[in-house]
């Protein structure tokens, strides 16, 4: 044993001082040995990256009068914020559905309310669209209480493989559901200028939508492949390059921000579920059961506001939010992504 050579320890590679990845650099997504900078990020107004802040909780709270015993939905699970608040109301009676079409961050949620006390005697969650609700109940029955707080988690945005976001170089995917459908650089791929252009205006009021589309299809016939966030930034910025010098920064943000929201909700086909949830909402609800709905976009409030109505009008709901319900001040100071909330609610008969 004492003659045995020291063994060669390899050199540690130097990492540099700028980390390197997306878990490297957010210290928020290991919350056990960083709750000091998670607190930090909160504090200051933003969502820690891997978390999600949920939105009008005691609003919700306030109007869905939940009780133990009661059956309930959560359209949209997320990171289950609203969720495990709603599961405080049941006291451990009752059962809560929770629904997710996003299969990555939906097992992550599960296991995390788990660890919190809420199994499947109190919980079932599942990789469905709330599209087909109507299939759902005929498995669970129908609900005391349904929410749905559209759009996509912070979790979602905040990875870059994701592809959410123009503030970070990933690939152009955007689907809530990576395992189905085709990505929006796919999407982009046999689209028609006119069709694009239509995309841009109708999913997110763009006023630039005939330069970026043009600039996007220029783009293309040079061979060029619009792949990755980054590509995409680029085009737009190609494409307002005429507007004057002190305008062009702001704007660039704006259209990208806009021109990838066109595309999310494209590629999820979010007017498309959200219509089908809507007409089939009254069927799965009981009689005074209560449904609530976030929205972050204007066409998607148009929408929830005119089938509430027109249920009103026929009697289905016995009573709908007159005025749509907005986040307070203190919510939108201490979290920015509260500002776009509208929400609504609407009473069975
Ligand atoms: C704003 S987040 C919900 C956050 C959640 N309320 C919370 O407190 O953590 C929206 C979630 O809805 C999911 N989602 C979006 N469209 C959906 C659909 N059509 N069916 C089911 N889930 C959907 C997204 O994948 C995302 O996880």
Redesign the pocket.
């Known amino acids: 044993m004492e003659n045995q050579e020291p063994k060669h320890q390899r050199r540690v590679r130097y990492k540099g001082t700028h980390p390197r990845t997306y878990k490297e650099k957010y210290k928020e997504l290991q919350p056990e040995k960083y709750a000091d900078t998670i607190e930090k990020v909160i504090r200051k107004g933003g969502t820690p990256a891997g978390m999600?802040?949920?939105?009008c909780?005691q609003e919700i709270l306030d109007f869905l009068q939940i009780q133990p015993g009661q059956q309930g939905l959560?359209?949209?699970?997320?990171?289950?914020?609203?969720?495990?608040?709603m599961l405080e109301c049941l006291q451990q009676k009752g059962h809560l559905y929770a629904?997710?079409?996003?299969p990555i961050?939906?097992k992550k949620?599960q296991a995390r309310l788990e660890g919190m006390g809420y199994g499947p005697d109190i919980l079932t969650v599942k990789q469905?669209?709330?599209?087909?609700i109507d299939l759902l109940v005929q498995e669970t029955g129908k609900f005391d209480f349904v929410?749905?707080?559209?759009?996509?988690?912070?979790?979602?945005i905040d990875n870059p493989e994701r592809g959410f976001t123009y503030k970070q170089e990933g690939p152009l995917d955007l689907r809530?559901?990576p395992e189905k459908g085709i990505s929006a650089a796919e999407r982009l791929k046999d689209i028609s200028q006119a069709e694009l252009e239509g995309m841009l205006m109708e999913n997110s009021d763009e006023p630039y939508a005939r330069e970026i589309s043009m600039a996007i299809l220029s783009e293309q016939r040079k061979g060029h492949v619009i792949d990755t966030t980054t590509k995409l930034k680029e085009v737009i910025e190609k494409a307002l390059v005429r507007l004057p010098k002190e305008e062009q920064k702001e704007a660039v943000k704006k259209s990208c921000a806009r021109t990838f929201q066109a595309l999310r909700i494209d590629v999820?086909?979010?007017f498309e579920?959200?219509e089908a949830?809507l007409e089939k909402l009254p069927r799965i609800l009981k009689p005074q059961g209560r449904v609530a709905i976030?929205t972050?976009h204007s066409g998607e409030d148009r929408m929830v506001k005119k089938s509430f109505q027109s249920f009103y009008r026929e009697g289905v709901y016995r009573d709908i939010a007159k005025e749509v319900i907005r986040p307070s001040k203190e919510e939108c100071n201490q979290n920015s992504r509260a500002r776009s909330t509208k929400m609504r609610w609407a009473i069975k008969a």
């Open positions: 999600h802040i949920s939105i909780v959560d359209a949209t699970l997320g990171y289950g914020g609203h969720s495990s608040k629904l997710d079409v996003d961050e939906m949620t469905m669209n709330f599209a087909d929410l749905a707080d559209l759009g996509v988690s912070s979790m979602q809530l559901n999820n086909s979010e579920v959200l949830f976030l972050f």
